[in-house]
């Protein structure tokens, strides 16, 4: 979880590989919209701010983050890509619906990761409330989504 100190969007350029010979796939949860695009503008900023060219970032929708599994594989499998980003929030409700989406979500991640050669980058806010999720995809604590970004950047450098 991060901390008041923690600020999900800072990073170090000259730390990180030039992003510009790079493909990246993006899939995206429409459910919590408001925070799943604020996770993708962050993480498009930042992949572009280090030099990734726009035509070689693919942005993909699925229903939620439970379908983030299934849509990261298929743009494994048909896009070429060199990293995916999987951006979710799920946000915890009065039932065990959060707990069984979560853990299946991450499990799949988890998956997909070790059975292909082709990162895929946990970007899935598993909160308490919208306030926390907001907190996380913008607000306070910064975007998640670049911190994501940055990851996938340096995966995909590993990968090559």
Request: net charge neutral; glycine share 8%; proline share 2%.
């Amino acid at each position: 979880m991060a901390t008041e100190n923690k600020n999900l969007s800072h990073y170090d350029k000259a730390t990180i590989p030039n992003a510009k010979n790079f493909r990246f796939g993006i899939v995206v949860s429409e459910w919590n919209s408001n925070i799943t695009h604020n996770l993708f503008k962050g993480a498009k900023e930042a992949l572009l701010d280090c030099g990734a060219i726009e035509k070689n970032i693919i942005k993909w929708d699925v229903p939620g983050s439970f379908e983030l599994v299934f849509g990261a594989k298929k743009m494994i499998e048909n896009q070429n890509v060199d990293a995916v980003i999987a951006i979710g929030s799920v946000i915890q409700g009065e039932t065990k619906h959060f707990d069984f989406v979560c853990s299946a979500t991450a499990q799949g991640i988890k998956d997909l990761n070790v059975q292909h050669n082709t990162p895929v980058i946990f970007c899935v806010l598993t909160d308490n409330t919208m306030q926390q999720a907001i907190e996380r995809s913008g607000g306070k604590h910064g975007n998640k989504g670049t911190e994501a970004a940055i990851a996938a950047i340096k995966m995909a450098a590993l990968g090559k």
